[in-house]
């Protein structure tokens, strides 16, 4: 009768491991379209032997629960490639803005400027006409309106730079709160996960952890260190602590210097955001690195043209026989004090077209040779050692470069992010065809244990009724 019972023991273990199996099998199905969830396959454990007459024998098994297949190693791979492309991916988007201004005849909605090379060109131009007859009012209101065109075009690509930089640091500022909020969640998913399960697999916490995580590794660089009891603390890529398992460390934002700046703990750490990856990395690169290159190469533009323009004018005699001087100076744009800002303040101050110094101081109004030095500006080195044309073309051949090796980084770290992330779902998503195989291995099981416990009530019964004919299904 011992033993009869043991197999009774067995198979009602059978079945009831069985049973366990397949809810595992059944929830997996359940939720195979559920964003972030993890496969989850059924433990088996073997019951201790039991003795019967000196003899061991097997006592069945025990489904002791369910184990998710991640790879933490490949799922970290998967972020820290994920927090590279978005921040190449946001940055790229911001220098195609930024290319967006200076794209001959774009005829973009959102360009401000016109073809800055060829208001360049047009406005020596307009000198090289005044020569062949320097009293013609008509040609000194060239001079003056293709002199608007290209201090309007310059101040207002500056002028949209500027716009764009406060569009970037609003967005950044975004990034802070949604950063702060995930912490936040990754802490009390931590105690949770610790609580419920500090020795093994936490199951469907662990998932939800999991989806915070790669969300945050989008927006900031990220370092992960698993800690003891199933935990997790979170660094930035330059070591500052964002989560200590059961506490966060929030970013804020102060002025420093009429900029935005970002903070942890009281110490401003943007550089380090910068170089750090994730969408706020790309924020702050094309805000602190990108734009104030731009600007910084249309300012000393505009400064050298005005500059240079008005010191000539002024050495030269006007239509009225009024000659330049400190006192009366003859400029035809705003005088920059200074490189910094000078393409946002970019105008043209002279309205009055007799005021142009076509001539040579004493030579009379009828002389042309001081339009003849303006004109010959356009080919003299007065930027930077190149001339205007040089210097801008240039410039916009170095931004398309920077754009072009953007892209060319990004499209290398989306496939890389594409491929880490078919690695992971083969190992991590619900495969149905799997699914069904193992319901199918699982319910087979189940009947068999089933047969076999009712062999045995059909064997107890004839043990039961000794002397009596029992039949046997």
């Known amino acids: 009768m011992g033993t009869i019972n043991s197999a009774y023991s067995i ?166 709160s949604q950063v702060n909020s995930l912490t936040g969640a990754i802490v009390q998913l931590n105690l ?96 602190d690195t990108d734009i104030p290159s731009a600007l910084s190469s249309l300012d000393q533009l505009a400064y050298s043209i005005s500059t240079e323009v008005n010191a000539q004018n002024n050495s030269g005699e006007d239509l009225d026989g009024v000659t330049g001087s400190a006192a009366n100076p003859l400029y035809i744009f705003n005088q920059p004090a200074q490189v910094a800002g000078s393409a946002a303040a970019m105008s043209v101050t002279m309205t009055d077209p007799n005021q142009i110094a076509a001539a040579g101081t004493g030579n009379g109004t009828g002389d042309n040779s001081n339009a003849v030095a303006m004109a010959n500006l356009a080919s003299q080195t007065i930027v930077n050692g190149q001339t205007p044309i040089n210097y801008y073309s240039n410039f916009v051949s170095t931004l398309g470069s920077t754009v072009s090796e953007v892209q060319t980084e990004n499209t290398a770290q989306s496939a890389s992010v594409s491929q880490l992330q078919t690695q992971n779902n083969a190992l991590s998503s619900v495969n149905l065809n799997d699914e069904a195989s193992a319901m199918s291995t699982l319910e087979t099981s189940y009947q068999a244990a089933s047969q076999v416990f009712t062999i045995l009530n059909t064997v107890m019964a004839a043990a039961l009724n000794l002397g009596v004919e029992t039949a046997v299904a």
């Open 192 to 287: 949770e996960i610790q609580s419920a399960s500090p020795d093994a697999d936490a199951g469907t916490l662990e998932d939800q952890r999991q989806q915070d995580l790669s969300q945050l590794s989008q927006l900031i660089g990220i370092n992960q260190v698993t800690t003891e009891n199933n935990g997790l603390s979170i660094t930035t890529t330059s070591g500052q602590l964002l989560v200590s398992e059961g506490q966060s460390f929030q970013l804020t934002t102060g002025t420093v210097n009429g900029n935005t700046d970002f903070f942890l703990g009281g110490t401003d750490i943007t550089a380090q955001l910068a170089q750090g990856g994730g969408q706020l990395g790309g924020y702050l690169t094309a805000r």
């Open 11 to 176: 198979i009602t273990g059978a079945l009831d491991a069985d049973q366990a199996a397949l809810s595992v099998v059944a929830n997996n199905v359940a939720n195979a379209n559920t964003t972030g969830y993890t496969e989850e396959t059924p433990n088996w454990q073997e019951n201790q032997p039991i003795s019967v007459n000196g003899v061991l024998a097997g006592d069945g098994v025990t489904e002791t629960g369910a184990t998710s297949q991640r790879d933490l190693v490949l799922q970290a791979r998967l972020d820290q490639q994920q927090q590279l492309e978005s921040a190449s991916s946001t940055r790229l988007t911001a220098l195609n803005n930024i290319q967006a201004l200076f794209t001959p005849d774009s005829g973009s909605s959102s360009s401000s400027a016109g073809d800055i090379g060829s208001d360049i060109t047009s406005f020596f131009d307009s000198f090289s006409s005044l020569e062949a007859n320097p009293t013609d009012n008509a040609l000194r209101e060239q001079v003056l309106s293709s002199a608007s065109t290209l201090a309007g075009d310059i101040s207002g690509a500056a002028n949209s730079l500027n716009s764009q930089s406060a569009a970037l640091t609003q967005e950044a500022t975004g990034v802070v």
